[in-house]
């Protein structure tokens, strides 16, 4: 494929059989590449709100998963809108495994507290017990007694709405931050999974090339033995080229170089569809890639071929690196 300028690529020739089971190439087909891009699943997003005496921080870090797994820490006040959150989220990042920190401050005059009276008698008398038998002084106690747990707790265990749909505004702030790192990381995975593509069409190409000069060399090669083996007066000519036409037949790779442009075809098509999560798509595509690439070479008997078919496997393995990544 040979980029043309203003988003056109010229995709080289795939190929056919004609009549006679013959190799050739098809006429070029010309598409729109369509700026739908990749988006990874690898990214940061961090957002800080404040209102009145209210402080939320949210940071998001994503990384590449099969499912969509969300590590979540809360701060108890948000308990109550735990599933609201997950759904948020799920929703917007779809796949990966997401580790969400929420941080939520407010002053002493928003957050009242309420001192449990009975638990720091009951602190106090043990205390009060251990200095007299130690003959310590105890005035200055009642500082540490109000540190202890439990001893003071907040009076309001939920969060009213006001503060929700801050905590709400700055979550999807935090990721929108990260759905920018996610789409910059995917211009750049799409970029090289393109370049590997085609690559792999170029030794398809260089493949297809050498297949008729290897049938020839495979005939040669049969009739330079049977020479020697037999002689030719015993050889039946007719019989001969029914077994040579079998042979080349069982050994030619024209199909599967014809399925590999095809699927190499459909990957770029694949790139052009709009749905943001292509990842898995683009996954199964590599694989029949990779089944055509390994029966060309256990197929071919020719060492510049398996020059080519080591070279594909090589670009294919680092296509598949990249599209783990890939949402």
Same mark, same amino acid.
């Given at each position: 494929m040979v980029y043309n300028g203003r988003n056109r690529f010229a995709f080289k020739p795939?190929?056919? %059989?004609?009549?006679r089971g013959h190799c050739r190439p098809l006429p070029y087909i010309y598409r729109i590449m369509t700026a739908t891009a990749l988006q990874s699943m690898t990214g940061f997003g961090r957002a800080e709100r404040t209102r009145g005496e209210t402080? #939320? !921080?949210?940071?998001?870090?994503?990384?590449n998963g099969k499912q969509f797994d969300l590590n979540l820490k809360l701060p108890p006040l948000l308990r109550p809108y735990e599933f609201d959150i997950r759904s948020l989220m799920?929703?917007? !990042?779809? %796949?990966?495994? /997401?580790?969400?920190?929420?941080?939520? $401050?407010?002053?002493?005059?928003? =957050?009242? #507290?309420? +001192?449990?009276?009975?638990?720091i008698k009951f602190y106090y &008398?043990? #205390?009060?017990?251990?200095?007299?038998? !130690?003959? !310590?002084?105890?005035?200055?106690?009642l500082g540490a007694l109000l540190k202890l747990p439990e001893v003071v707790t907040p009076v309001n265990e939920v969060i009213d709405e006001a503060g929700w749909q801050l905590v709400k505004e700055t979550i999807e702030a935090a990721l929108t931050v990260l759905s920018q790192h996610r789409a910059e990381e995917g211009n /750049?995975?799409?970029?090289?999974?393109?370049?590997?593509?085609r690559n792999i069409r170029e030794l398809a190409d260089k493949v297809a090339a050498l297949a008729p000069q290897r049938q020839l060399r495979m005939k040669e090669n049969i009739e330079r033995k049977l020479t020697e083996? /037999?002689? &030719?007066?015993? +050889?039946?000519?007719? %019989?001969?080229?029914?077994?040579?036409?079998?042979?080349?037949? $069982?050994?030619? +790779?024209?199909?599967?170089l014809l399925r590999l442009h095809n699927h190499c075809d459909y990957f770029f098509s694949i790139l052009q569809e709009a749905d943001p999560s292509k990842g898995k798509k683009l996954g199964f595509i590599l694989? *029949?890639?990779? %089944?055509?690439?390994?029966?060309?070479?256990? &197929?071919?008997?020719?060492?510049?071929?398996? =020059?080519?078919? /080591?070279?594909?496997?090589? *670009?294919?393995? =680092?296509?598949?690196?990249? #599209?783990?990544?890939?949402?």
């Open positions: 795939i190929f056919d %059989r004609d009549s402080n #939320v !921080l949210v940071e998001i870090k994503s990384l799920a929703g917007r !990042l779809v %796949r990966g495994s /997401v580790d969400c920190n929420i941080t939520l $401050k407010s002053n002493g005059a928003q =957050k009242p #507290v309420a +001192i449990n009276a009975d638990l &008398k043990t #205390v009060h017990d251990l200095s007299a038998e !130690l003959n !310590l002084d105890t005035s200055q106690v /750049v995975l799409q970029a090289d999974m393109e370049a590997r593509i083996w /037999v002689s &030719k007066e015993n +050889i039946d000519a007719n %019989r001969l080229e029914q077994e040579l036409i079998y042979y080349i037949e $069982k050994v030619d +790779i024209s199909e599967e694989q *029949e890639i990779g %089944r055509e690439i390994n029966t060309t070479g256990a &197929k071919a008997n020719d060492a510049d071929i398996q =020059k080519s078919v /080591v070279l594909m496997k090589d *670009e294919l393995e =680092k296509a598949k690196e990249q #599209v783990l990544n890939i949402l």
